[in-house]
């Protein structure tokens, strides 16, 4: 095993070349007295001495290349005895490709085309080894002055030429960095270089992590660079890495070391290693090595020292290319972290002029890279109200403070967004360079924990009703039970007489008919919720199953004492016969719900129910009440489960649940359901199905069409500021080819009066700014004879009375029926 240091060998090699130098320049300045000394004094005493103990190897040789005479340098510098190169010729030493130039300047010598000689050569030793050699060659004339000898002088420059590419090598390493594109296009232009100071073939570089003890080899797939590792533990490379020194051992001296349990061989043995250790700092980068396979004495030491010279720019050059395509790749994850983040990102120098955004950013506020670079990002996204806290947040950010926020911002078209915002200074060498802002949309969020708020106040609610609904549940069945089991015992006393009998009996069958209807209630809700309801779909007559349900409310009114009620059906095809697809059962399910929550609400006037179409002949059904109306706030809720409507003075019987079933069976049925109310006026239940009336004419019916009336030219104004209302109306008189106008005040229906001419108007009661009644009045002030047909939704008894004093020709109640509003039309028009 041997251990070498550089220092030492470099300094002995350029003494031994400064010698050298010097003794041909005196042998240079000392050519003519050689001359002399050899032919003319018979080779005198001076030249011999100079000649065979010279340091510069020295040869004689004649015109046809024989080797005439060489000084023991010479010998040495070859290899050979002395004896032994008086056998030869200088073309022998020469490599053959170059011996036609050696014979020609050995001609121009002696042919005087040339005085001196001087070039780099490679020769031959007599191990056939190549080295290199700088020539200077002079003619040794005769005493008649021809041309007799040329006089070589070699030095051996191998080495000075080997320092020479080692430093050609150094620098093509250092400037290879800058062009190429990884570490493994780097290593091949190591080993490249490399192979011309020494046998490269099996040259590599293994690079140490630290962290889990492991190296690896860069290498190339598909121009992508990746690594093959092995873990450091034995192996040779650590060996030189725990030793940090270079090491070149033949294949004995690694058995050896395996054998002393310092190295664990894995692979093929080498005959010769070499490894030199890659140093930053003094600590171990990498290891590089060059081994022989055929050959234990393929390196020497000048190998080694050729590595150990190149290994400080090798370690630099692999750990610049490191840290270069660290940053390379920190760069490219940020920059596709930054372009392809869910987030909005802004990034912002000090004074809050945007330096970048990415795609998110553009896609949330609407601005384009270019619209927004340079921009105040507050003057660019910030609300006006809060333009001051975005300016304190940016301050806060500029201070080195992490901004945590969310707030709302501008879009470019206007419009505002809910956004979390944190803001975090970027900092270099403790220095604040810019800010780097993450905006996020929060809306979803928002709108989210609004309806979680709003779920888990009406769960809240829910609760409240479930428990009221259980308390009230409990009240509903212990009522009918209370009675069926009280009039049960009364009947078994013996001394009731048979009047009492009869009565209790009728009690106790109004009390499981009651009991029956809420246990159905309570089954149809469950099913309903759980998906089990089935729909059954069949064409019937809607009118027949009208007035059955019309007998069956007068039955309900009698038993409930309220005969003082009026009740009404509404059919506008009189005595035709309509029919309808649909579920039959739950259709008049839907209609004896609606009733029966109108007959228990309505305590004086009317209950009204039928239906009517529009002009695409869709019907909608009705049930209308003069009962105790409903509040606007609860209109919403009175579809909800448990829900009841309560006044001071009355307490209603009820789970809460009869609406709600009605709802869900109308969706079921594919219409919607709606309610228009006003306390203490009344209500109006419409629903609609999605399927159109059939007619059957009955014998002594008469036909009433729309045909019926054509009013082509003539003008109604409508003053109705309902959209549904009108629309209605828009309907019903549209096939009657008459010119509409609609007003939606009353004070725009008194002015439309004075520019135009109308033929009737259609007045709606309450309207803002000014009434149905005022507006009346002042327009029978200018037009006394314009017929004017009040419209309302509000019943007093005495409501039509004071219409008709206002001015009113007609007064015509909402809903409003489709033929009945056009023969009213009809009459004050003809």
Known sequence: MRNFKIDQTKTGLKKEIEELRSEIEFLKSNKKSLQTDLYI??????????????????????????????????????????????????LDLIPEEKRPNALHFIKALFSSELSKYQAEHRYIKKDQSIFCLKLTATVINDENGNPKYILGMGEDITEFKRQEKIRDVVNNISSAVNYTENLNDLIHIIKSNLKTIIDAEHFYITLYNEIDNNFSVPYTVNNKETFKTFPAEKSLV??????????????????????????????????????????????????????????????????????????????????????????????AYFKELFDNSPEAI???????????????????????????????????????????EALNLTKEIAKGQIVKAETKRRKKDGTTVNVSLWGTPVVINEGQLAIYAIFRDIT????????????????????????????????????????????????????????????????????????????????????????????????????????????KIQDEKSKELKDHIEILLHN?????????????????????????????????????????????ENPTFYVRDTGIGIADDKKRQIFDHFTKIEDRSNLYRGTGIGLTITQKLVNLLGGKIWIESHPGIGSIFYFSLPNKIELLQSKSATTKSFSNYNWNGKSILIAEDEDSNYEVLKATLSRTYADLTRVKQGDEAIEHCKNNNYDIILMDIRMPVMDG???????????????IIAQTA???????????????????PKPIKSFVLLDMISKLIS
Not at 283 to 304: K, T, Y
Not at 324 to 331: P, S
Not at 795 to 807: F, I, M, Q
Request: with cysteine; net charge negative; charged share 25%.
């Open 572 to 616: 506008p095809f009189g005595d035709h016969i309509a029919f309808i697809n649909s579920d039959e059962i739950r259709f008049k399910q839907i209609l004896e719900q609606l009733l029966s929550n109108a007959l228990k609400y309505t305590h004086k006037g009317f209950i009204e129910f039928g239906f009517d179409i529009d002009q695409f």
């Open 444 to 551: 979803d969020k928002i709108e989210s924990e609004q309806k979680l708020k709003e779920a888990k106040e009406k769960a809240e609610e829910s609760d409240k009703l479930k428990t009221a609904f259980l308390t009230n549940m409990s009240h509903e069945v212990r009522t009918p039970l209370n009675a069926i089991v009280g009039f049960s015992d009364l009947l078994a006393d013996p001394n009731t007489d048979i009047a009492s009998r009869n009565e209790f009996v009728k009690q106790i069958n109004l009390s499981s008919d009651m009991l029956i209807k809420l246990m159905d209630n309570i089954i149809d809700i469950s099913q309903i919720d759980a998906g089990e309801l089935k729909i059954s779909n069949r064409r019937f007559n809607v009118s027949s199953l009208l007035s059955e349900l019309y007998e």
């Open 238 to 331: 650590d060996y030189v890495r725990r030793n940090k020194e270079s090491s070149i051992l033949n294949y004995k001296e690694i058995l050896e070391l395996q054998a002393e349990k310092e190295i664990f061989i894995a692979g093929k043995l080498s005959k010769q290693w070499i490894g030199v250790p890659l140093l930053i700092e003094d600590r171990v980068i990498g290891i590089m090595g060059v081994q022989s396979f055929d050959n234990e004495s393929a390196f020497d030491i000048n190998d080694l020292t050729a590595l150990q010279i190149l290994s400080n720019q090798i370690s630099t050059s692999i750990q610049k290319m490191r840290s270069e395509n660290a940053l390379q790749i920190e760069k």
């Open 41 to 90: 004094n018979g080779g005198g005493e001076l030249f011999h001495s100079i000649f065979e103990e010279s340091g510069i190897g020295m040869a004689l040789i004649d015109s046809d290349a024989n080797i005439i005479s060489t000084n023991k340098s010479f010998s040495n510098l070859f290899g050979y005895e002395k004896g032994e190169l008086k056998s030869l010729t200088y």
């Open 346 to 388: 802004a990034i912002v120098n000090n004074s809050s002029e945007i330096i970048n955004i990415n795609s998110e950013f553009s896609r949330l506020f609407g601005y384009s890279k270019e619209e927004a670079l340079n921009r105040s990002i507050e003057d660019l996204i910030s609300i006006p109200s809060l333009k001051q």
């Open 794 to 812: 509000y019943v007093h008894k005495d409501e039509r009375d004071t219409c008709l004093k206002s001015g009113f020709d007609e007064y015509i």
């Open 773 to 787: 009644i005022n507006a009346t009045i002042e327009i029978k002030k200018i037009k006394p004879s314009l017929p």
